[in-house]
């Protein structure tokens, strides 16, 4: 069945494996999460849980978010995230998700949000070429033509300056190094999206390449 948890980003660090080479590990404090709602083919046309994660202040949040936990008796979170799921009869409303949910050596999914890097030029953002740097050119940094030349109009999807990062990003096919359940914490191999602090989401990879 599988598996998924919210969590935060603590930031990278190392440890040595038994024949003492370096792994490079991201450190995620992931859980405890409360399963808020349970949503079932019957009802909603599919199956998936609703997780909360992350306590917040209940002045943050409206009457209707409240009222999913007032119902339940559970402490108001801050995050709040639907996953899909094989089979919804599987969980318990009010049920806590740790970090002891996974082993180490399984494959995961993260999602994240990338770090925002602020309004960027399209050599930053879309890795283009710069012009000529010689006397006489005037178009060192600046985008190419933008128009084409028979519908007189920009095309969609057209590479131009403009905000980068701050992006929804998947990393698939991670895997779990190390787990420590009296913590909550789960050190994955390599990096993944965001800054220190940032939300996330871990899952069983969905699909191993």
């Not at 405890?32 to 349970?38: D, F, G, R, W």
């Not at 979170?77 to 919804?88: A, G, H, K, P, T």
């Not at 050190?187 to 969905?206: D, H």
């Amino acid at each position: 069945m599988p598996k998924a948890i919210l969590g935060k980003k603590l930031g990278m660090s190392q440890i040595f494996t038994a024949d003492g080479k370096v792994v490079p590990v991201t450190v995620v404090a992931a859980g405890p999460c409360a399963v808020i709602q349970l949503k079932t083919l019957a009802n909603e046309g599919y199956e998936a849980v609703k997780l909360a994660y992350g306590e917040v202040s209940p002045k943050k949040l409206n009457k209707p978010e409240l009222g999913q936990f007032k119902k339940l008796g559970a402490t108001p979170s801050r995050y709040l995230r639907e996953i899909r799921v094989e089979d919804s009869g599987a969980y318990q409303t009010g049920q806590e998700i740790k970090a002891g949910i996974f082993a180490a050596g399984e494959i995961v999914d993260v999602i994240g949000r990338s770090k925002g890097k602020g309004f960027a030029g399209t050599i930053k953002r879309w890795n283009q070429r710069r012009g000529p740097m010689s006397h006489g050119s005037k178009n060192h940094r600046r985008p190419s033509s933008a128009g084409a030349k028979g519908p007189a109009r920009v095309f969609k999807g057209k590479h131009s300056p403009g905000r980068m990062g701050g992006e929804r990003v998947t990393v698939k096919n991670l895997q779990i190094v190390k787990v420590d359940a009296a913590r909550d914490l789960l050190l994955i191999r390599g990096a993944v999206p965001g800054p220190k602090e940032g939300f996330l989401v871990i899952k069983s990879a969905g699909k191993l390449q």
